[in-house]
C-alpha cells in the first residue's frame, strides 16, 4: 500500500483520534457555555456548532477553537472509517456495530437538523386568522404588486441578498432593485427632531416616500435573548428609462410607502420574513389559568380553528404546554402569551429530519443490550463450563 | 463530509421568493380594545390606548376605525375604511421639543401630498385652534387633486403630538367629522 494512503487510513481509523476529538468537544461546549452570557444562545449555536472555526473571546483575546462542523465531522469520518476497516460480519459483534450506527445516525441527524430545520413565530390576535409564520430573525424587502384588488402579487428579497448589496433582478419586476446602504441594526427619528450624529449623517437620504425626512442611525449588533436588530436599508429601483428614485425601507416605519410604474402600483416594505403555510390558523380563545391565589403560571392555551382552502380540514384544535399541533410537517408549540390583549405566540418548527435521534437512540438502546446481553450469555456459558470441569 | 457541509450551506442562503396571497385585512380591533374601558360615547370603540410609558396623551378612536399595530415611530395607528378603495391611514406621533414649529410641519406635511409650502401669513389663516382637557390643537386640513391631509399638532409637556389622517380626497370629507370629534377624545392620561 501507497505509504500515503496508509497514513491517512491509519490517521481515519485511529482511537487516539477518537479522544482528540471527544477532549476539543468537551472545551467547545465548555467554551460555547461561557459565550453564550454575550452573545445568546442563537449567536452560540452559529457561531461555535453550525461553524468549522469556532472564535472564543476572552476578554480582549480571541482563541480559534475547532468549530462543531469541523469536530462532528471528523468524529463522522472517524467512525465511519473504523466501522469500515474493521468491519467483521459476526454475530457477536452486531451489538457494537448497531451501537456505533446509531451513533452515526445521531451526529448526521444534528448535521440535518443544523442545515434543514425552520424555526419560526406565529403571534395571532383573538379572532385574527393568519396563514404564515414569522422569522424570528431574518427580514426581506417585499415589494408587493396591489393592483388587483383582490390578490397581492409579492417578490420577497430576503435581507441577506440587500446586505451584499447586490442588484436584484427579478422577471416579476418591471425594474431592478439596487441597494445604495443596508444597516443590520438601526434606530430611527425625525429628521429636522434630531441632530444627526456623525454615522446618521453618513447615511444616504432617500429621495422618494417617507425616508427623506427620516434620520437613520446606525447601531451595533445585539445578540441579547431579548432584543431584536432591526435593519434599516436604502434601495433604489431602477427602470428601462432609469432611477425611479431611492427609499428607505426599515420595519420602523409604520406607514406603507407606494409607487406607480408602467400602470401597477406597487407596496414596498422591509419586514420580518414570511414563510406562508397551506392551510391557516384561527385564534378562537386564550387561556391563561394561574394557581388559585397566586401569580404562578398553571396553564397556557390556545384553541385555534384550523383550515386549509380545500375544505379538507375544517377543525378545532387545543395548543397547550407539552402538547403542539403537528400538522402539514409543521409542528406548533405554545411559545408566548400575551392573554391580556388575547395574542398567542406560537413557535413553528419544520425539521424534516426530527425522526433522526429518536432511531438512532433506539438503535443504541438495542444496540448496548444486544451487546450486553451477547457478553453476559458468554460469561454464563463460561462459567458453566468452568463449573463442569470443576466438577469432573 | 467537509463538501457535504459547504454545498449544504450554501442551500441555506435565502432565494428571492414570489408568491400571490389574498389581500391582508387589518388585524381586528378587539385586540388592542382589551384595554381599559374609557367612558366615551357610544360610538366610539371604547380604547383607551396608553402610548408610551409615563406622560402620554390617551384618545378612544371610532369603531369602525381598524387598530394597526404601533412601531416605534408611531404611538398609535389605525386604518380607516373607505368606500371600495384602500384604507386611510391615521398616525400618532410624539417627539420632544417643538420639532421645528408648527410652520415647518405643516409645510413638511404639505409636500407629502406634493403642495408646494406655504407661508407663515398664509398658514396663520389656514390653522384652527381649540382646546380640550387642558391641551391645545392646531388643526390643518388641505388636499391636492387626488389626496387630503387631515392633520393636528398638540403640544403637550415638553413634546410635540402629531395627528394625521391621510387618504382619498372624497372619502376624508366624510371622515372629517369623526376625526374632529377623535381629536376631542385626546386627553392628558390624568384626565378622567
Redesign the interface.
Known amino acids: 500500500m501507497n505509504p500515503l494512503v496508509r497514513s491517512v487510513r491509519d490517521f481515519c481509523v485511529s482511537l487516539r483520534l477518537t479522544v482528540i476529538l471527544l477532549a476539543l468537544s468537551l472545551i467547545l461546549v465548555f467554551a460555547s457555555t461561557l459565550a453564550q452570557v454575550d452573545l445568546g444562545i442563537y449567536a452560540v449555536q452559529e457561531e461555535f456548532y453550525r461553524s468549522f472555526v469556532a472564535i472564543w473571546q476572552v476578554g480582549g483575546i480571541f482563541i480559534p477553537l475547532p468549530g462543531g462542523y469541523l469536530v462532528g465531522g471528523l468524529l463522522l469520518i472517524n467512525l465511519l472509517s473504523a466501522h469500515i476497516y474493521r468491519l467483521k460480519l459476526e454475530w457477536r459483534k452486531a451489538g457494537i456495530q448497531l451501537t456505533h450506527s446509531g451513533l452515526i445516525v445521531l451526529l448526521l441527524g444534528e448535521l440535518f437538523t443544523g442545515l434543514w430545520q425552520e424555526d419560526f413565530q406565529m403571534t395571532i390576535s383573538e379572532g385574527e386568522t393568519k396563514n404564515y409564520s414569522e422569522s424570528f430573525r431574518l427580514y426581506e424587502l417585499a415589494i408587493i404588486d396591489t393592483t388587483d384588488p383582490k390578490m397581492d402579487e409579492v417578490v420577497a428579497i430576503p435581507d441577506s441578498k440587500l446586505a451584499g448589496a447586490a442588484l436584484v433582478q427579478h422577471p416579476k419586476l418591471p425594474f431592478r432593485v439596487a441597494t445604495k446602504a443596508y444597516y443590520p441594526n438601526t434606530t430611527l427619528a425625525r429628521r429636522d427632531a434630531a441632530a444627526l450624529s456623525p454615522a446618521a449623517a453618513a447615511v444616504p437620504v432617500a429621495t422618494r416616500g417617507v425616508g427623506s425626512s427620516v434620520a437613520v442611525t446606525p447601531l451595533p449588533l445585539t445578540y441579547k435573548m431579548n432584543e431584536m436588530n432591526v435593519p434599516s436599508a436604502v434601495v433604489e429601483l431602477i427602470g428601462d428609462e432609469g432611477s425611479l428614485g431611492s427609499w428607505l425601507v426599515s420595519p420602523h416605519l409604520g406607514a406603507p410607502q407606494t409607487l406607480s410604474h408602467a400602470g401597477r402600483t406597487w407596496r414596498v416594505e422591509l419586514r420580518i420574513a414570511r414563510a406562508y403555510k397551506p392551510f391557516s390558523l384561527q385564534l378562537l380563545k386564550v387561556t391563561h389559568d394561574i394557581y388559585v391565589g397566586t401569580d404562578l403560571p398553571k396553564n397556557f392555551s390556545s384553541r385555534i380553528k384550523l383550515t386549509t382552502p380545500d375544505g379538507r380540514d375544517d377543525r378545532e384544535v387545543l395548543i397547550y404546554m407539552n402538547n403542539p399541533l403537528r400538522y402539514g410537517g409543521y409542528t406548533f408549540f405554545q411559545y408566548q402569551m400575551d392573554s391580556s390583549r388575547g395574542q398567542t405566540g406560537l413557535q413553528v418548527v419544520r425539521n424534516p429530519s426530527w425522526l433522526l435521534p429518536y432511531i438512532a437512540c433506539i438503535m443504541m438502546t438495542f444496540g448496548l443490550l444486544l451487546q450486553f446481553g451477547l457478553s453476559l450469555r458468554a460469561f454464563i456459558a463460561k462459567r458453566r463450563a468452568t463449573a463442569k470441569s470443576v466438577v469432573v | 463530509?467537509?463538501a457535504v457541509?459547504f454545498s449544504?450551506?450554501g442551500?441555506?442562503?435565502?432565494?428571492?421568493?414570489?408568491?400571490?396571497?389574498?389581500?391582508?385585512t387589518p388585524?381586528?380591533a378587539?385586540?388592542?380594545a382589551?384595554g381599559p374601558a374609557a367612558a366615551g360615547p357610544t360610538t366610539m370603540a371604547n380604547t383607551t390606548v396608553p402610548t408610551t410609558d409615563g406622560e402620554s396623551l390617551t384618545w378612544t378612536a371610532p369603531a369602525h376605525w381598524q387598530a394597526?399595530p404601533?412601531?416605534?415611530?408611531?404611538k398609535g395607528?389605525y386604518a380607516v375604511p373607505t368606500d371600495g378603495g384602500?384604507p386611510a391611514?391615521l398616525?400618532i406621533?410624539a417627539?420632544?421639543?417643538d420639532?421645528?414649529g408648527e410652520p415647518?410641519?405643516i409645510n413638511?406635511w404639505r409636500g407629502?401630498i406634493q403642495l408646494a409650502p406655504a407661508s407663515d401669513a398664509d398658514l396663520a389663516t389656514a390653522i384652527t385652534r381649540f382646546e380640550n382637557s387642558g391641551l391645545t390643537f392646531a388643526v390643518v386640513d388641505f388636499e391636492n387633486a387626488q389626496q387630503r391631509v387631515l392633520g393636528a399638532i398638540i403640544p403637550f409637556r415638553g413634546s410635540t403630538w402629531f395627528v394625521k389622517l391621510t387618504g382619498p380626497a372624497t372619502e376624508l370629507t366624510k371622515e372629517k367629522p369623526a376625526f374632529l370629534a377623535f381629536l376631542k377624545t385626546v386627553k392628558p392620561p390624568s384626565t378622567p
Open positions: 463530509m467537509a457541509c449544504a450551506s442551500c441555506r442562503d435565502p432565494e428571492v421568493t414570489t408568491y400571490r396571497v389574498s389581500k391582508e388585524p381586528a378587539s385586540a388592542a382589551k394597526k404601533a412601531t416605534a415611530m408611531r395607528s384602500p391611514d398616525s406621533t417627539f420632544p421639543g420639532v421645528g415647518a410641519n413638511r407629502q
